[in-house]
């Protein structure tokens, strides 16, 4: 279920009433066939450049990168501490988790999840990408599941902030065309998800947190995931 304030941003920018909703985000996109490319018209394959301000702060950010990185091999090696420190109940529970990351690492690998799509640029799912930035130049889309449609959202160019205020609909995919998917029907905590189309094709977006809004509905809505 989506949440109140997620719910009212829907509704009050989008017209919409969300089941659930999610930020996503895509790997880049592979350089098509030359061939391929010229037939979908030269579409952009790559999102608009970083707002200004966002460079801006990257830049002024550098000269303390140094410091940032020494802080962070710092928690690691606390980390590292606290796991030896812990208890036996929270190093099996921190092994489990190890080994089922490696697991689910290894199902995605061998199931080509690895990639961003399934590789065939003439299926609906390929044809899909080729049309993704031309859609919105902006690096993410809120996937949104709603009676009977997926309906993506993105603000009509890239920002660094207020995305919800400036996001429109830029793709309407009904349940006829195309499903939302946990490849792993939620045995894995989890990021990726699929916008899987009619032909078997398939696109793997990301969510912005594991066992996203979007996971959870689908463990709730097992129909859903077919």
Same mark, same amino acid.
């Given at each position: 279920?989506?949440?109140?304030?997620?719910?009212?941003?829907?509704?009050?920018?989008?017209?919409?009433?969300?089941?659930?909703?999610?930020?996503?985000?895509?790997?880049?996109?592979?350089?098509?066939?030359?061939?391929?490319?010229?037939?979908?018209?030269?579409?952009?394959?790559?999102?608009?450049?970083?707002?200004?301000?966002?460079?801006?702060?990257?830049?002024?950010?550098?000269?303390?990168?140094?410091?940032?990185?020494?802080? =962070?091999?710092?928690?690691? +090696?606390?980390?590292?501490?606290?796991? #030896? *420190?812990?208890?036996?109940?929270?190093?099996?529970? %921190? @092994?489990?988790?190890?080994?089922?990351?490696?697991?689910?690492?290894?199902?995605?690998?061998?199931?080509?999840?690895?990639?961003?799509?399934?590789?065939?640029?003439?299926?609906?799912?390929?044809?899909?990408?080729?049309?993704?930035?031309?859609?919105?130049?902006?690096?993410?889309?809120?996937?949104?599941?709603?009676?009977?449609?997926?309906?993506?959202?993105?603000?009509?160019?890239?920002?660094?902030?207020?995305?919800?205020?400036?996001?429109?609909?830029?793709?309407?995919?009904?349940?006829?065309?195309?499903?939302? =998917?946990?490849?792993?029907? +939620?045995?894995?905590?989890?990021?990726? #998800? *699929?916008?899987?189309?009619?032909?078997?094709?398939? %696109? @793997?977006?990301?969510?912005?947190?594991?066992?996203?809004?979007?996971?959870?509905?689908?463990?709730?809505?097992?129909?859903?995931?077919?």
């Amino acid at each position: 279920m989506t949440s109140r304030g997620s719910q009212r941003a829907i509704s009050d920018r989008l017209g919409l009433q969300a089941d659930a909703s999610a930020w996503c985000t895509i790997d880049q996109i592979p350089q098509p066939p030359a061939e391929v490319l010229r037939a979908a018209g030269t579409p952009r394959l790559r999102p608009g450049r970083a707002p200004a301000l966002d460079v801006l702060g990257n830049v002024l950010a550098l000269p303390f990168a140094p410091f940032v990185m020494a802080f =962070v091999y710092l928690a690691r +090696g606390g980390k590292a501490v606290e796991r #030896l *420190l812990a208890p036996t109940s929270e190093k099996q529970r %921190l @092994r489990t988790k190890h080994q089922d990351e490696k697991r689910r690492d290894a199902l995605a690998a061998e199931q080509g999840l690895d990639r961003v799509f399934d590789g065939n640029w003439q299926a609906e799912a390929g044809q899909f990408l080729l049309r993704w930035y031309s859609h919105s130049p902006h690096d993410e889309r809120l996937v949104l599941v709603t009676q009977g449609d997926i309906v993506l959202a993105a603000p009509p160019r890239r920002v660094s902030g207020s995305r919800e205020k400036l996001m429109e609909v830029v793709a309407r995919l009904s349940a006829a065309e195309a499903t939302v =998917v946990d490849p792993f029907h +939620g045995e894995f905590e989890t990021k990726i #998800l *699929l916008l899987r189309f009619r032909d078997g094709s398939w %696109l @793997r977006v990301e969510s912005e947190t594991p066992r996203s809004e979007l996971h959870m509905h689908l463990i709730r809505e097992p129909l859903a995931d077919s």
